[in-house]
């Protein structure tokens, strides 16, 4: 186990690496001089130039990103054009309100996915699989942005039941103001995955149904509820966890509509404002951070993933 | 599962217990003070990206930031003409070189630090002298704009300033009525540095409470303000990105005033008994500049036949739903110097063919039109661009678009007439910064601003235009000036280096309640006369 984790934490380097030379590439690759950005439509060619130099993109491509690179390293992630604050700060400090959204959209999604997903397979191909099955597929072809604004119209204006935006009422910061304003964006981003969620727990369920110690389970005359929530759900658990780490990348990359929906202060608000902005440094430093986390969170999924199943050895 | 459902059951505890100490902390009589405290909540479109007024080079920050801070002079009420602020007169010598400012001697700023001739020195200082001691405290994106005729600033005595000008420059006062022309508190420039632009001390209105970075700025009035202490107590700027999102947090009463509205849900809006919709013209201009120095557009009777040919009211109808105003002048008429009298080309199909024949183009031509996928002030690029295509086909001219990205469309726009090569025309707006004719006419029109020197994408020349721009240029008199202004646009209307199409709206919406709140062309918010019922 110890050896497997060594490993995997040593063939994360490349895969940084890559991330960090294709986050070069696209923001290079994107039309726009960052120095007439910088300066602003009303600037003279001189300081265009003087700056060009200030920012070393006069040098050669690969000696560019090797500045680059290392000052990442150091930490420094350079300046936003737009905040005109020092990058990592900022998105770390943005990057909370993204994790509360994500973490909760995760929560949601795993309670309904796995509860709908095992009552549709204890029921299967009656009407209630069908119809619990059809919720699933509608809630996956849903767009995230039309859910969104369907609930905020529902909820927020038509009930007033529930806040339609933002993570705090004005000049509030208490936990329960932070709930209510969690509610509906985390259903909207939860929604897809829990869709997906569901479907595999169903698939795993049924196929854990048919395996012969459910048979002998049953056969000894245990009550229907312990031979599905202690027997036939804890094999059936492998894959669907698998599913859910994945959703977790996937959460916290498709925050970024949910958030500009809510106006959610997370880093997806912050890196569309600063594409409109062409902030380059800012959203280079967001591409980067997401990528990076999510490289992450793969690595906590692939490790518990060995760590619970005692089968598969590396 | 069990051990998920107690998870849960842990959080939900935890919660409560947290939410229980957060509703105990505030004492009880701040309850009570809510009840009667007075606060308008405004709906933003982005986050302010900084509230310091020397670097704020954005709407949405001027917008939260500028009730924090005067100038020395300041734009009447609905209009760019100058009026006295922090100083109350002043006096321009008669080289038009050296301006002298007699300031008011009862402003304090809002940390306590008295307001006077060193502190507008060291504002106007820090922005343009690389020696400064605070320099380096923030990018000045507007000091070179604002400034930079500017040679150097004197401190008479304690309450009198003057500013000396490299060469004579009549605009010169508008721009002391700018964001980056503010006086701020030299006291906390110096205990912040480059975090003024978070804990920004002014003499305005409102003072500065909290900035929780995406979710809001709040301000508080500054109950010794010296023109009197405002009405409300409180004022919080919430961004909000999605214009759909904005608007239902308006409807639902969550939020007093939002800007940048649906131009779809405009007529639902005016309908409303609960809201209110206050429109004003802005600095702004919209337009399709022909490439006038290269065939077939620089044929003075082919451009106006383009204009002719163009149903600019439906254009502003149709598409932009009343959310611009059609324009008769590049120069809106909310700037003083407008031309009222100048006519627009009117649509008449037939004028156009007829020119055209004249021309000798009787069967039309083909062109290239350059339109880009968005950009500031750019409104709908390519909705209008195909209304302009279609209206061009009816008189024989066939318009292919091409459209390109922002940032290299810029590019493209921005190079010498020679070297453009992608298009024969092309949009473009501008949206003004000072208020003055100068900011239009001599930017937009003078030959010496041709790419890439300046901002003339049509490449006109007309040496008697310039010759008018070059004089109310260094004209103090501004009765002179402003007749010198009018006949130049008779002279660009006549030339047609555009399609003049529309000056783009200021809309917000805001409920009922809220009274005297007026929209400036300047595209700032002024709260100090605003109350709710």
Known sequence: MGIYVVKRLLALIPVLLGVTILTFSIMHLSPGDPAKIILGSKA???????????????????QQYLRWLGNILRGDWGRSIQMKMEVLPLILNRFGATLILTLA???LATVFGVLSGIIAAQKKYTWIDRLLMLIVLVGFGMPVFWLGILLQITFGLKLNILPISGMYSPGQNGFLDLFKHLILPSISLAVGS????????????????GQDYIRTARAKGLREKKVIYKHALKNAFIPIMTVIGMQIGFLLAGAVLVEMVFSWPGIGTLMVNGILARDFPLVQGIILFVATSYVLINLVVDILYAYLDPRISY | MRWFFRVMITVFVLGAIVAGCSFNSPPQSAGENAAREKSIVIGLQAEPTSLDAHQISDYNSSRAAMEMYDQLVQFKD????????????WDVSKDGLEYTFYLRKDVKFHDGTPFNAEAVKFSIDRQIDPKHPYHDSGQFAYAEFTFGMVDHVEVVDEYTVKIVLKEPYAPFLSNLAMHAASIVSPTAVKQYGKDFSRHPVGTGPFKFVSWNPGVEVILEK?????????????????????????????????LDLIVNVPPDDLERLKADPNLQVIEQSGMHVWWTAFNTQKKPFNDVRVRQAVNYAINKEAIVNEILKGTGELANSPLPPSIWGHNPNVKNYEYNPEKAKQLLAEAGYPNGFEVTYGVPESGSGMQQPTTMAAAIQADLE???????????????YLDKVFVPYDQQKDMDMHQMSWIGDNG??????YILFSSKQWPTAGFNDAYYKNEEVDKLLDEARVTNDKKKRTELYEKAQELILKDAPWIIVDHEKQIVVAQKNVKNFKLHPTGVFRFANVDVD
Do not use: C, H
Not at chain 1, 194 to 209: Q, Y
Not at chain 2, 81 to 86: F, H, R
Not at chain 2, 394 to 408: C, D, M, P
């Open chain 2, 78 to 89: 609905e209009s760019t003409e100058i009026e006295p602020d922090l100083a109350e007169k």
């Open chain 2, 436 to 441: 003055d004719p100068d900011n239009f006419l």
């Open chain 1, 194 to 209: 829990g869709a997906i969620i569901a479907r595999m727990t169903r698939s795993s369920m049924l196929e854990v149904f």
């Open chain 1, 44 to 62: 003279t060619e001189e300081s265009i130039r003087q700056l060009r130099a200030e920012l070393g993109l006069d040098l050669p491509i690969y």
């Open chain 2, 222 to 254: 500054n109950p010794e303000y010296f023109k009197g202490a405002p009405k409300i107590d409180k004022l919080i700027f919430k961004p909000i990105t999605e214009d759909q999102t904005r608007l239902t947090e308006l409807e639902a009463g969550n």
């Open chain 2, 394 to 408: 009816k008189v024989g001219i066939r318009v292919k678009i091409q459209t390109f990205e922002w940032g290299s």
């Open chain 1, 105 to 107: 959209s995760a929560g």
